[in-house]
């Protein structure tokens, strides 16, 4: 067991040296994306000009549509960067996740429909809508934007290509909501503008969710491969998609195990998002599936189940939720050693005797560890390149306190997480300089929508 659990450890490993050559990879990579539009970064343009001050008003709805939820919020900016927010979630069905993409926008309508039967918030109507939407999408305006594709296992073709707003916006007419969609965002736009509305200092925002991604403050001036105002004090967000990072590459970029070839090959979106199905939410758990499939197979483990769901790469994929690694990973470091069975024979399905269990425990905790480590590590990899691009471009100074958001069930919840990110962020930037680490991660739990709200009124307060 000790020389299996050893060599894939070693192959998650990734030490400082080749974090510091991919951040630096990722640096040039950023630049391409803003030069190129067949760049492996898409860097999408947000049409985002209005950055919040803090001391905007005003009463907004909101929808949010993730990877695995959908969330409605009536979002009251008080000014002075306060604000309250009334909100609601519902899972998004299974059955909403393949086949026809209208039915998406069916249900956002439904959903929101419901949320305003509440007399006080029906009351607010007419209301002006703020859309975040999880997915990449093409801007040529705040107010439009076309659906680049899909992720995170996800796949409604037949939409793609099409305005996410006109969709959004014909599902709400035609249940007679008087709603004007009035601005579209990524989620991490939308996590970038509300940590904004709170705190100035916000130049970056990451999620770590089901899906990864990031968005920066960019001047319009660096983006090159589209005429935008060419004003060098134009500052405006950038969606920069990181998910595709290492995916164009004839020789592979990430340092890829065969658990990540295996995942990537099984997946509805084989060959794209390379670097967020080493990072996020969504895959973590199946990692660490597919190396326990290889544990029972080469009998290093027993397994506990019945035959049919035997573990192999193709039998009951995802059955193992990060969740599980996540709550497992928590009972370890808490020392709760009954939980920790608990979870091996419910989730793991791998046997354990008396004799056996505590190096079992032990084991798959070290197996956790690596794999989220590693994600940890790879998203520093990118906070890090951004940060030293804004830097470089005069657009923070490396004296300057640099805040991230950052938001994601990942970020918030698997144990250690957010502490060892903002380690390894301070180690990889810090340089001789051992007291001072200037990047600031904070936590900005579902804030998106107050983004949303907080780009409709930063516009509406220049006008
Ligand atoms: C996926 C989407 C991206 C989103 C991220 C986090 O990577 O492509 O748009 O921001 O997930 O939800």
Known sequence: MDCFIEEIISELTLPVPKLQELSLRFEEELENGLLRPDAMLKMLPTFVFALPTGSEVGKYLTVDLGGTNLRVALVDLLGNHKYSIRKDSWPIPDSLKSGHGTKIFTFIAQKIEEFLAHPEIEAELPLKLGFTFSFPIQQESLQHGCIMGWSKEIECADVIGQDAVKLLQESLHQRGLDISVEALVN??????????????????????????????????????????????QQLTLINIEWGTFGDTEAEPLLPLTRFDVTLDSESKNSKQQKFEKMISGMYLGEIFRLILCEAVEKGIFNWTGTDETKPAASVSPYSIKTKDMSDFHEAFVSENREKCLEIIAEKFKIEC????????????????????????????????????????????????LFTVAVDGSLYQHYPNYSKILQELVCQMTRGSDEACCRIVLVMAEDLSSVGAAAAIAAIENIK
């Open 187 to 232: 989620d991490t736009v939308g996590t970038l503008l509300a940590q904004k509305y709170r705190d100035d200092r916000t130049g970056m925002s990451v999620i770590l969710g089901t899906g990864s991604n990031a968005a920066y403050i960019e001047r319009c001036s660096e983006i090159k491969k589209q005429n935008f105002p060419k004003n060098d």
């Open 353 to 400: 005797s008396t004799e056996t269990s505590d190096k079992i425990i032990t084991q798959l905790a070290r197996l956790c560890e690596s794999i989220s480590l590693r994600s940890c590590c790879l998203c520093a990899v990118g906070i890090t390149a951004v940060y030293r691009r804004l830097i470089r471009h005069d657009i923070i100074k490396s004296t300057d």
